[in-house]
C-alpha cells in the first residue's frame, strides 16, 4: 500500500475492528512552540523525536501531540471555524491525592494557563479545570474510588470501595 503515491484513497475489501486502545491525542494548536513551552513549563518532558511541527509528550502508553491548527485542520478535511468555546471534550488528570489538585492547577496558572474552576469539593473528592494556551479543557481530579497500579497506570476495571 505505501508504493502508492499521496492522496491515493483506498476501498476497503473487508472491515476490522480497531484495538481498544488510545495511542496518540493531537492538540491543534495556533503556535506549536508556544504551546510546547507551556506543556514543559507544566513539568511535562517533550520527547526528543519531536520536531517544531509535531511535539510530543510521552504519557505513559500513548502521547499528547501538538500539531498546528491550520495544518490539523486541512489534513482531517474539516472546517475551522477558530471559534473558541465549549468543545465537549476534556482531558483528565486523576491526581495522586487531593492537596495535589490545587498544587497542580497553580502549576497550571504559572506555566500560562487559565484556570477555569479552582480546587473545588465535589461529591466525589476534589477537582478544578483548567485551559492550556489554545483553549484545550483539562481537569485535575482526585477521587479515592479510582485504582492505580505501581506506575500510576489507571485500573480502569477496577475501583476502591469506599
Not at 491525542?25 to 512552540?33: H, N, P, Q, R, T
Not at 498546528?68 to 477558530?82: L, M
Request: aromatic fraction near 10%.
Amino acid at each position: 500500500m505505501l508504493e502508492q503515491p499521496v492522496g491515493h484513497i483506498f476501498k476497503a475489501t473487508a472491515s476490522v475492528a480497531p484495538s481498544q486502545r488510545i495511542h496518540l491525542v493531537l492538540l491543534g494548536v495556533a503556535d506549536v512552540a508556544r504551546s510546547a513551552r507551556f506543556y514543559t513549563a507544566l513539568g511535562w518532558s517533550r520527547s526528543p523525536t519531536s520536531n517544531d511541527g509535531f511535539v510530543k509528550f510521552n504519557m505513559g502508553g500513548y502521547a499528547i501531540c501538538l500539531i498546528n491548527r491550520d495544518d490539523f485542520a486541512r489534513d482531517a478535511q474539516a472546517a475551522d471555524t477558530g471559534k473558541p468555546g465549549f468543545s465537549g471534550v476534556a482531558l483528565i488528570h486523576l491526581a495522586r491525592s487531593a492537596a495535589d489538585v490545587p498544587r497542580i492547577l497553580a502549576r497550571a496558572a504559572e506555566a500560562g494557563g487559565e484556570i477555569v474552576k479552582p480546587a473545588t469539593r465535589t461529591h466525589w473528592g476534589v477537582a478544578g479545570y483548567f485551559k492550556d494556551p489554545d483553549g484545550h479543557l483539562f481537569e485535575v481530579d482526585y477521587e479515592t474510588v479510582w485504582s492505580f497500579d505501581q506506575q500510576h497506570h489507571l485500573r480502569v476495571d477496577h475501583v476502591n470501595i469506599v
